[in-house]
């Protein structure tokens, strides 16, 4: 059973970074999708960033709202994917979920929300402006 356990939310004020962290366990896939996903009060879930891995290589996908100032990564050997968040706003916050997809024919389905199959618990990001 795959795991995903996130951490890395909190307050900050507006202006201010956070780096969030998930934690994948007993996950291994050769191509794949990881990403971050985010859901405010009232609204529906919404794709941050999303990063396609295979044996060649990865690539990175931002929302417009967040490009420039939030960075996904992926550290292969701790099995850990990671959001650094910059000059964070007040329309940031939002419940953080990480999501981990299974086998994927090529990049363009890690922009799709059902790609994703597994999914961690959330970790909350609160910006106060």
């Known amino acids: 059973q795959v795991q995903l356990v996130e951490s890395g939310g909190g307050s900050v004020q507006a202006g201010g970074s956070l780096r969030l962290s998930c934690a994948a366990s007993r996950y291994s896939y050769s191509n794949n999708c990881m990403g971050w996903f985010r859901q405010a009060p009232g609204k529906e879930r919404e794709r941050v960033a999303a990063?396609?891995?295979?044996?060649?290589?990865?690539?990175?996908y931002y929302a417009d709202s967040v490009e420039g100032r939030f960075t996904i990564s992926l550290d292969n050997a701790k099995n850990t994917l990671y959001l650094q968040m910059n000059i964070l706003k007040s329309e940031d916050t939002a419940m953080y979920y990480c999501?981990?997809?299974?086998?994927?024919?090529?990049?363009?389905?890690?922009?799709?929300?059902?790609?994703?199959?597994?999914w961690g618990q959330g970790t909350q990001v609160t910006v106060s402006s």
């Open positions: 999501a981990a997809s299974s086998w994927v024919p090529y990049s363009g389905f890690c922009l799709r929300r059902d790609s994703y199959n597994f």
């Open positions: 990063i396609y891995t295979n044996p060649g290589g990865s690539s990175a």
